[in-house]
């Protein structure tokens, strides 16, 4: 594939993540595909999953905590089998009503017109206070956690 249907790819399976689209999504990975994200112990969603299953559970474990409120792709850069991509974010934490923003950056690399690997790269200190409100103090209903 070249840069731009590595990029058309990428946006697609943001497309299909906003839709709720989790299955077509995952069609887009390769059955050993890695996730790497953040890790934390206080987010069910933080870490390292592996092969279609483990990112599914990565979905099943997101959905489970929070729901985007806003997921916004700003830019993506391409070159050879990496794709780029910065964003913007807003969440809202399911068992505590807080929300939340978060800036975002992803690292896809592509293989054979699937995705072979995924990074992402936030800071996980907003979506942990927000879970957790008892690290700083916050309560249900107070003012967004804006990063």
Same mark, same amino acid.
């Given at each position: 594939m070249n840069v731009q249907e590595n990029k058309k790819l990428v946006m697609e399976g943001y497309q299909l993540f906003q839709a709720g689209d989790i299955r077509a999504l995952l069609n887009r990975y390769h059955d050993d595909a890695e996730w790497i994200g953040p890790e934390s112990d206080y987010l069910p969603f933080a870490g390292c999953f592996h092969g279609k299953q483990g990112i599914a559970q990565f979905f099943v474990k997101l959905d489970a905590t929070v729901q985007a409120q806003r997921f916004e792709v700003k830019e993506m850069i391409a070159e050879g089998d990496t794709v780029v991509v910065m964003g913007e974010s807003s969440w809202l934490t399911k068992s505590t &009503?807080?929300?939340?923003?978060?800036? +975002?950056?992803?690292?896809?690399?592509?293989?054979? &017109?699937?995705?072979?690997?995924?990074?992402?790269? +936030?800071?996980?200190?907003?979506?942990?206070?927000?879970?957790?409100?008892?690290?700083? &103090?916050?309560?249900? &209903?107070?003012?967004?956690?804006?990063?």
């Open positions: &009503g807080i929300s939340y923003d978060n800036p +975002w950056v992803h690292v896809f690399k592509i293989r054979d &017109g699937k995705v072979a690997r995924f990074q992402g790269y +936030w800071d996980t200190s907003p979506a942990e206070h927000a879970l957790h409100p008892a690290m700083t &103090g916050e309560q249900a &209903g107070a003012k967004p956690l804006h990063h």
